[in-house]
T-cell receptor, first 110, second 113 residues
Framework: DAKTTQPNSMESNEEEPVHLPCNHS???????IHWYRQLPSQGPEYVIH???SNVNNRMASLAIAEDRKSSTLILHRATLRDAAVYYC???????????FGGGTRLMVKP | DTGVSQDPRHKITKRGQNVTFRCDPI?????LYWYRQTLGQGPEFLTY????????KSRLLSDRFSAERPKGSFSTLEIQRTEQGDSAMYLC???????????FGSGTRLTVV
């Protein structure tokens, strides 16, 4: 799987939007962009995924750059419960498993 | 609760002992994965089953580790002759489709003393 680069940590204020960036300059045409998050003492949780178009669901939005070399996970109003490690993962049709990097630790201040 | 269940949640064992963990995936999911996670790191892939067949194993899975999924439902991960370096969170996940989202369990935290 192609590599992703994320900042180690970010801070946000409660009830403000959060934009979590991910760079994936070596993405291939068939790689999907997946986001998972891991709350303290829990297993990772699926958040969202996309291929080319921006995607929205009840948890978040995913904005994908036109050249697909970067993407941004958007939490529209951060809550304290959103404090977690967020992983950006590329997943193509060649592999069955998710390959996790270090992720971004999001801290939410009240 | 129809999520992925892992048992036990915590295990403390003495170095050299054998341990076994169990994972019960979501019932209709035919794919099951084991991961290991150490403090401050992302989860690392260990092995993958499709139904009862073990299709892929990581180089991290030394010969002291063995995983089974005998009837294509629950799975067990056994570690023989545990070492302190085996101390980690062991996570199980399941999925339905080849590129479908994973549902993870809460993990088994192993401490080897």
């Amino acid at each position: 799987d192609a590599k992703t680069t994320q900042p180690n940590s970010m801070e946000s204020n409660e009830e403000e939007p959060v934009h979590l960036p991910c760079n994936h300059s070596t993405i291939s045409g068939t790689d999907y962009i997946h986001w998972y998050r891991q709350l303290p003492s829990q297993g990772p949780e699926y958040v969202i995924h996309g291929l080319t178009s921006n995607v929205n669901n009840r948890m978040a939005s995913l904005a994908i750059a036109e050249d697909r070399k970067s993407s941004t996970l958007i939490l529209h109003r951060a809550t304290l419960r959103d404090a977690a490690v967020y992983y950006c993962i590329l997943r193509g049709d060649a592999g069955n498993m998710l390959t996790f990097g270090g992720g971004t630790r999001l801290m939410v201040k009240p | 609760d129809t999520g992925v269940s892992q048992d036990p949640r915590h295990k403390i064992t003495k170095r050299g002992q054998n341990v076994t963990f169990r994972c019960d995936p979501i019932s209709e999911h035919n794919r099951l994965y084991w991961y290991r996670q150490t403090l401050g790191q992302g989860p690392e892939f260990l092995t993958y089953f499709q139904n009862e067949a073990q299709l892929e194993k990581s180089r991290l899975l030394s010969d002291r580790f063995s995983a089974e999924r005998p009837k294509g439902s629950f799975s067990t991960l056994e570690i023989q002759r545990t070492e302190q370096g085996d101390s980690a969170m062991y996570l199980c996940a399941s999925s339905l489709r080849e590129l479908g989202g994973y549902t993870f369990g809460s993990g088994t935290r192993l401490t080897v003393v």
